[in-house]
Every structure is written in C-alpha cells, then in structure tokens.
C-alpha cells in the first residue's frame, strides 16, 4: 500500500512543486510516477473525492494518463520555475509564464460561477468525469496563489538537500523548514557535528 503524501507546504500548488523531491541533487526522486499517484495526491489535498478518484481510475484509458501525467508534471516544472526565482530575486522567464498561462486558460474552460446562499462559487459540474480534473483542480489552486499577496509568503526549506517549498504564515514570518522534525533536527545534527569535528581539530 501506498504511503500517503508529507504535506508540508500549506497550499497544493506548493504541495505539487514538492513532488519531485531531491529536485536540486544529482538524483531527484519523481513522487507520482504515475496517474494513480496524481489521484492519491489529488485526493489527500481534498482537491478530489476519494469516489471520484476511483471513478476516473476505472474509467480513463491508459494513454489519457499519460497525457495527463506528462501536462501535470509541465505545469509542475513551470511553478518550480517561478516560484525558485522569486525566491532567489530574479524575474520568471516569460516562457513558463507562458506555460502557465496556457495551464490556467484551459483549466478555466472547465469551471463556472454559482450561486450559492451568501455568495458565488467556483462550479466544475460536468468536469469531474475528465482525466484531466486533477490537473484542472490543481492549476485553479496554483493561479489562485500566484495572483495572491500569499505568494509573497513562499519560501524553501533551510536544508540545501530538500528545499521543498512552503507557505510561511508563522507570526514573525521565521519559518525555516518544510518539517521541523525531519529537516530542522537534521540540520541541527549538522551543525552539532561540525562544532565537535571544529573543537576536535584544535
């Protein structure tokens, strides 16, 4: 049985970034090697419903997988791509710009406004049958926060090995790490090692 996703970062988009991890080593590790992997992913962000995830699972055809798997990772990249940038104090090349917008153009197809008691809401009646409703629910999230103040608020974890991407919405804006208890204690260990290997030198 599969292991469920670390959720981390606070936001899906971020979440989606975090599925190649090990992104800046020699060695990166994909996450969702495959569509039943995006459906597990989907559904722990509570994106999709566990029925509707085993409803597309039974139904889309292999080759709708891939596709979808394949635009899923572009947008993937394409996220990773601005929002590293951002972080580094560069400017988003207008190529995955342009990436993105396609992404949210076609996602927005599939998506209306309805009335509810006391306000509007994003409708996708008609959509969830669609290999791509993962893809569509997950690009929505990611234009949402790329518009936001919130994405003043993304960052990268302290540890240079993972780096995964998260909402910093403590008080202070003092977060450091995707996980205290992985990477924080890991590069606590770190640099206790390095002061007795320090001492140990004099």
């Known amino acids: 049985m599969s292991q469920p996703f670390k959720l981390y970062a606070g936001h899906p988009a971020l979440e989606l970034v975090n599925t190649l991890d090990l992104r800046f080593s020699a060695n990166p590790m994909e996450l969702i090697p495959g569509y039943r992997d995006l459906l597990r ?3 722990q962000l509570e994106l999709l419903t566990a029925e509707q995830a085993r409803r597309l699972m039974r139904t889309v055809s292999d080759r709708d997988a891939q596709r979808v798997l394949a635009s899923t990772v572009e947008l993937r990249e394409s996220l990773a791509a601005v929002f590293y940038t951002w972080i580094e104090g560069g400017k988003p090349p207008a190529a995955e710009l342009e990436t993105l917008q396609k992404h949210f153009q076609a996602a927005a197809l599939h998506r ?20 791509e409703y993962p893809l569509w629910k997950l690009t929505h999230s990611a234009a949402d926060l790329l518009v936001s103040p919130d994405a003043e608020r993304v960052k990268d974890c302290g540890d240079p090995t993972c780096r995964w991407l998260f909402l910093d919405l403590s008080k202070n804006h003092t977060r450091r790490w995707c996980d205290m208890k992985t990477c924080g204690n890991r590069m606590k260990a770190r640099r206790y090692q390095a002061r007795l290997q320090e001492n140990e030198s004099f």
């Open 41 to 43: 992913l989907a559904t």
């Open 112 to 131: 209306s406004l309805q009335a509810g008691d006391a306000h509007l809401a994003w409708s996708w009646a008609g959509a969830e049958r669609e290999a």
